[in-house]
């Protein structure tokens, strides 16, 4: 059986799940994440609870199959059944590396009271954050150690490109390894900054966090 890691491993080189309407399912790669990663018709459910039972509530969702492992009654079990909560269904995008050093001038800080540096903690291990002029890059690992970023612009200084220039920097500063990225889907302009900044949409996640 591949592991959580190794099916995020081959998505991020392009390499996807078989599209053949079916859910796979194993285990969680650590105790704090546990979830749902939707790709084209291929859904990977990850977590610790019995198999069979994952099974179950997904027959017992009420909905096209290849939704049903992010439909929100499916969802409402699974957190039910595991004491867990989630905020949104996000999309999944992932950056491959780039050479070269960042464009924007970038400070690495230690800043716990920044509110992306403290959502960041609450889901992420290795935390490293950078400040820009208006901004802040977070860089850490998430979901079965895969490296993720997140940033956050000053209203002030929006639409003037340094969220791509910051997520740009995050595919440089990553020391040779993919980085990924979950956002909202209504949040139009945080997609439209990480597809400019050479990011590619991989599919959705659903990702249920210890209350």
Same mark, same amino acid.
């Given at each position: 059986?591949?592991?959580?890691?190794?099916?995020?491993?081959?998505?991020?080189?392009?390499?996807?799940?078989?599209?053949?309407?079916?859910?796979?399912?194993?285990?969680?790669?650590?105790?704090?994440?546990?979830?749902?990663?939707?790709?084209?018709? *291929?859904?990977?459910?990850?977590?610790?609870?019995?198999?069979?039972?994952?099974?179950?509530?997904?027959?017992?969702?009420?909905?096209?199959?290849?939704?049903?492992?992010?439909?929100?009654?499916?969802?409402?079990?699974?957190?039910?059944?595991?004491?867990?909560?989630?905020?949104?269904?996000?999309?999944?995008?992932?950056?491959?590396?780039?050479?070269?050093?960042?464009?924007?001038?970038?400070?690495?800080?230690?800043?716990?009271? *920044?509110?992306?540096?403290?959502?960041?903690?609450?889901?992420?291990?290795?935390?490293?954050?950078?400040?820009?002029?208006?901004?802040?890059?977070?860089?850490?690992?998430?979901?079965?150690?895969?490296?993720?970023?997140?940033?956050?612009?000053?209203?002030?200084?929006? *639409?003037?490109?340094?969220?791509?220039?910051? %997520?740009?920097?995050?595919?440089?500063?990553?020391?040779?390894?993919?980085?990924?990225?979950?956002?909202?889907?209504?949040?139009?302009?945080?997609?439209?900054?990480?597809?400019?900044?050479?990011?590619?949409? %991989?599919?959705?996640?659903?990702?249920?966090?210890?209350?």
């Amino acid at each position: 059986m591949e592991t959580l890691r190794e099916i995020l491993d081959a998505a991020a080189r392009g390499v996807f799940p078989p599209a053949d309407g079916r859910t796979t399912i194993v285990p969680q790669a650590c105790p704090r994440d546990a979830g749902v990663l939707s790709f084209t018709a *291929h859904s990977v459910v990850f977590t610790d609870e019995d198999p069979q039972w994952v099974r179950a509530a997904l027959r017992a969702t009420d909905c096209d199959e290849l939704a049903a492992t992010l439909n929100a009654r499916f969802l409402t079990a699974f957190m039910d059944r595991t004491g867990r909560r989630t905020d949104t269904v996000d999309a999944m995008v992932v950056g491959s590396p780039l050479p070269g050093r960042p464009a924007v001038r970038l400070t690495e800080i230690d800043d716990p009271d *920044h509110p992306r540096v403290i959502s960041s903690r609450r889901r992420r291990d290795a935390v490293r954050v950078w400040a820009a002029d208006g901004g802040v890059l977070v860089l850490g690992r998430g979901i079965a150690g895969r490296l993720e970023a997140a940033v956050d612009v000053d209203a002030d200084v929006r *639409h003037r490109g340094l969220g791509r220039a910051l %997520v740009t920097a995050a595919r440089q500063l990553a020391g040779g390894e993919p980085v990924w990225a979950q956002i909202s889907p209504g949040n139009a302009r945080s997609m439209r900054a990480f597809q400019a900044a050479g990011y590619v949409p %991989v599919g959705a996640e659903a990702l249920l966090t210890a209350r």
